[in-house]
């Protein structure tokens, strides 16, 4: 059964396939070496970024720290799988069974992962937006690492699923999961905004009728934020990981042809692109991420390796070196 996703034409070009398919090849190997890099280094930063930030509730960190684990794998181990294949391409030749089947696997693992860590900041928001005050005591930390630990778990299943399952089967479930997956994330963000306008009005009157519950709005004010600031991840992730499930969806119903194909391969290199541009909405959105990686910045050793700089002493004739 392992070997069933080597011989899936209807997804993999075949041999006399690879000369119609060497432009897309190029191009999709370019960006996946820039992106690699970038999935890499950012999230690394962004990480490390989330990590010294004690603005951010510990919930909702660690959340963000596992989604942002998530995009920091998909640079390390799936993309450049991904490229070896493309280079095998341009050199054409078909990638080994191996690769293929190691390719596949990480890719379901960390896509998913990274899929899922999005749905579960989501509802996690609606949660502090809807419960508010009785936020910290239901979302506890435990309860948090349980939901990431069984996150994780999840993912290792569906992407051994091909040493077992078929891929029209494979592709049935994985299609009903992130279905299900967009709709309880869009249908969260719709009871967010209708709960956040209630919020508003009371808010206002709050603010108008007593200076005593300023600390409560203030911290109402900033999970409003924090959950605007995420629905654009949201928003990212929709943009990116929806035209690979249409081309899937396309291919498995009507067949494959050179052109969906080529859509397939650049849906892949939209998905990985989502995990270069997350910490992007981190450092754009959310104020006190920025501020901690523009610290990093200050403080890389690049800051001290400046060349070195000569003030000339004008009472004498003696050349003063500062590092």
Same mark, same amino acid.
């Given at each position: 059964m392992s070997n069933v996703i080597c011989n899936d034409s209807a997804i993999y070009p075949i041999s006399t396939e690879l000369r119609d398919l060497l432009s897309t090849f190029i191009v999709n190997c370019i960006f996946n070496n820039f992106l690699t890099h970038t999935s890499i280094m950012l999230n690394i930063v962004t990480i490390y970024a989330i990590y010294k930030t004690s603005a951010i509730a510990k919930t909702l960190k660690t959340l963000l720290l596992s989604l942002a684990c998530s995009d920091v794998a998909v640079g390390l181990f799936s993309q450049p799988?991904?490229?070896?294949s493309l280079i095998n391409g341009l050199r054409l030749r078909n990638t080994g069974c191996i690769t293929k089947q190691l390719?596949?696997?990480?890719?379901?693992?960390?896509?998913?992962?990274?899929?899922?860590?999005?749905?579960? =900041?989501?509802?996690?928001?609606?949660?502090?937006?809807?419960?508010?005050?009785?936020?910290?005591?239901?979302?506890?930390?435990?309860?948090? =690492?349980?939901? =990431?630990?069984?996150?994780?778990?999840y993912s290792a299943f569906i992407s051994f699923m091909i040493f077992w399952v078929l891929p029209g089967t494979r592709q049935l479930i994985n299609s009903v999961a992130v279905?299900?997956?967009f709709i309880v994330t869009l249908v969260v963000y719709i009871r967010i905004y209708l709960t956040v306008r209630r919020h508003k009005n009371q808010i206002h009157s709050m603010q108008v009728q007593e200076v005593a519950h300023s600390d409560e709005i203030k911290n109402l004010i900033i999970i409003i934020k924090s959950t605007v600031s995420l629905f654009y991840v949201y928003l990212l992730l929709l943009i990116c990981y929806l035209p690979f499930f249409i081309c899937s969806a396309l291919i498995r119903m009507y067949g494959s042809s050179i052109a969906l194909?080529?859509?397939?391969?650049? $849906?892949?290199?939209?998905?990985?692109?989502?995990?270069?541009? %997350?910490?992007?909405?981190?450092?754009?959105?959310?104020?006190?991420?920025?501020?901690?990686?523009?610290?990093?910045?200050?403080?890389?050793?690049?800051? !001290?390796?400046?060349?070195?700089?000569?003030?000339? %002493? !004008? $009472?004498?004739?003696? =050349?003063?070196?500062? %590092?």
């Amino acid at each position: 059964m392992s070997n069933v996703i080597c011989n899936d034409s209807a997804i993999y070009p075949i041999s006399t396939e690879l000369r119609d398919l060497l432009s897309t090849f190029i191009v999709n190997c370019i960006f996946n070496n820039f992106l690699t890099h970038t999935s890499i280094m950012l999230n690394i930063v962004t990480i490390y970024a989330i990590y010294k930030t004690s603005a951010i509730a510990k919930t909702l960190k660690t959340l963000l720290l596992s989604l942002a684990c998530s995009d920091v794998a998909v640079g390390l181990f799936s993309q450049p799988l991904y490229t070896f294949s493309l280079i095998n391409g341009l050199r054409l030749r078909n990638t080994g069974c191996i690769t293929k089947q190691l390719a596949t696997i990480l890719s379901y693992l960390f896509s998913t992962a990274s899929f899922l860590g999005v749905v579960a =900041v989501s509802v996690d928001r609606f949660l502090a937006v809807h419960l508010h005050l009785r936020y910290q005591e239901l979302v506890t930390h435990k309860r948090v =690492v349980v939901v =990431v630990i069984s996150k994780w778990l999840y993912s290792a299943f569906i992407s051994f699923m091909i040493f077992w399952v078929l891929p029209g089967t494979r592709q049935l479930i994985n299609s009903v999961a992130v279905a299900l997956g967009f709709i309880v994330t869009l249908v969260v963000y719709i009871r967010i905004y209708l709960t956040v306008r209630r919020h508003k009005n009371q808010i206002h009157s709050m603010q108008v009728q007593e200076v005593a519950h300023s600390d409560e709005i203030k911290n109402l004010i900033i999970i409003i934020k924090s959950t605007v600031s995420l629905f654009y991840v949201y928003l990212l992730l929709l943009i990116c990981y929806l035209p690979f499930f249409i081309c899937s969806a396309l291919i498995r119903m009507y067949g494959s042809s050179i052109a969906l194909k080529q859509f397939f391969l650049y $849906s892949m290199t939209l998905i990985f692109l989502n995990s270069s541009l %997350n910490p992007v909405i981190y450092c754009w959105k959310m104020r006190h991420v920025r501020h901690a990686i523009i610290d990093i910045l200050r403080k890389m050793p690049w800051k !001290r390796n400046w060349p070195l700089r000569i003030n000339y %002493n !004008r $009472s004498s004739s003696v =050349v003063h070196v500062d %590092n």
